[in-house]
């Protein structure tokens, strides 16, 4: 997964506009306590960074 769908995804679901502040955020401990923001600027992959965030959205089975 490249950032552009992971962005994409995350303005799919959250607007775009909020997405953004909330990819600023939101920390998310299963990102060791980082952002979205702050989980990619430390090289976590994008898969594993939406697959955090479509947990702590509690999107269904079929987004994932």
């Given at each position: ?50 697959r955090a965030v479509w947990a702590e959205l509690e ?6």
């Open positions: 997964m490249r950032e552009t769908e992971l962005r994409a995804r995350m303005a799919q679901h959250l607007g775009a506009t909020y997405a953004l502040h909330w990819a600023e955020n939101q920390s998310m401990s299963s990102l060791g306590g980082r952002t979205v923001e702050e989980a990619l600027a430390a090289g976590v992959d994008c898969k594993t960074v939406w999107l269904p089975l079929v987004h994932r």
